[in-house]
């Protein structure tokens, strides 16, 4: 049996990603510094598992505390997803992302070398830039358009240098698009603080009431119906990307980097008429001017990782609005 250390476990993806490894029987560690998350998730956890997850209060990037816990006890695998992921308060706060989504990088991957463990690395599909073409394939040029993009950038670069003087590291590079969805649940989800900047937090606030309108930001791009097309793809068939990633790792592959997406573009106002179909809501939008550095259309090639790694994404746009939907009701009965 493996035991895999997660950082940021008490986010989004890592609330997601605890749940599934200890269903599939895997032996856990969560680190997270409750920055933007609350230890509460893990009772949440504990219910849909009937398993405590072992917490460490700390930030990834501390050194000290990190050498502790890894030499206390055999990690076979960390699953890295602590960092900082607004592309707006990074570009008011640039050296905040800088600071904290690169030292706890620089950190988890001294600490990987240092024991002989693998990592899983969440990078994202921001690192493709504008796109010069559709759909996104693994060899597509390289840039990035904001602070936050650039850590993830200079991260997988990091990496690549790290990877290349030790050849015997493995390590996975998985560039997310848009995550959205919940646990079936509707135990765990998406917790936004404040304002939602991503659409579907802020389509389910807009159902729910929170917020008196969705504003469509542009509906004049070069798409089908002038809104932007997204790859979204559902949490959970993300999450299942990871476990096979980690599958491949105990192959010892080196350094591998695969897309995951489903393939598939949604527009904004297709996104907007699905959730109220399928949940029978109402979503009041308004279009709005274009939200500076967005681009038109953004979705993966996903086929390297169905090739490589046995992953596809099942689940698709009705999934999505639903269990996004049943997780906000839950998360407003609290
Ligand atoms: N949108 C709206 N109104 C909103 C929010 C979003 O119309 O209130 C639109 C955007 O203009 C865009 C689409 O919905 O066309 C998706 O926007 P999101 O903010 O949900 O997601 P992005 O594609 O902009 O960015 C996401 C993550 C980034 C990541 C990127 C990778 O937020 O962290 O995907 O492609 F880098």
Redesign the pocket.
């Known amino acids: 049996m493996s035991t895999i250390l997660v950082t940021g476990g008490t986010g989004y993806l890592g609330s997601h990603m605890l749940t599934e490894l200890v269903r599939q029987g895997y032996d856990t560690l969560c680190v997270d510094n409750l920055h933007n998350s609350s230890p509460a998730v893990l009772d949440a956890v504990r219910t849909i598992t009937g398993k405590a997850i072992p917490f460490i209060k700390a930030d990834a990037a501390d050194t000290a505390v990190m050498d502790k816990l890894f030499s206390s006890r055999r990690i076979d695998a960390v699953i890295h997803f602590a960092g900082h ?1 607004a ?1 707006g308060e990074s570009v008011a706060h640039p050296l905040m992302y800088y600071r904290n989504n690169y030292d706890s990088a620089l950190t988890m991957l001294e600490m990987c070398l240092k024991y002989g463990s693998a990592l899983v690395f969440s990078s ?3 690192v493709y830039g504008v796109p010069h073409f559709l759909p996104l394939t693994e060899e597509h040029p390289l840039s990035a358009v904001n602070p ?2 650039r850590t993830k950038l200079y991260i997988e670069e990091t990496i690549r240098d790290v990877s290349a003087a030790h050849p015997d590291f493995n390590v996975s590079i998985l560039r997310y ?2 995550p959205v969805g919940a646990h079936e649940s509707g135990l765990i989800g998406e917790n936004p603080n404040g304002i939602p ?4 937090p ?1 389509v389910c606030q807009t159902a729910a009431g929170i917020r008196k309108e ?5 509906n004049d791009y070069d798409t089908p119906d002038g ?2 097309v ?1 790859d979204f793809i559902h949490v959970t068939d993300l999450i299942a990307g990871h476990i096979a990633a980690l599958k491949k790792l105990e192959t010892r592959p080196g350094c591998i980097i695969h897309n995951l997406g489903t393939g598939q573009g949604t527009s ?1 106002l297709e996104m907007v008429r699905r959730f109220e179909e399928i949940n029978g809501v109402r979503v009041p939008y308004r279009i709005v001017e274009r ?1 500076p550095g ?1 681009v038109a259309s ?1 979705y993966a090639d996903p086929s390297k990782a169905r090739r490589e790694l046995g992953w596809e994404a099942q689940k698709g746009l009705d999934d999505m609005v639903r269990d996004s939907w049943l997780w906000q009701q839950h998360s407003m009965a609290r």
């Open positions: 992921k592309v994202s599909a921001t936050y993009g698009f848009n900047n991503n659409l579907m802020f969705l504003h469509v930001f542009g809104t932007g997204r904004v939200r967005d953004c």
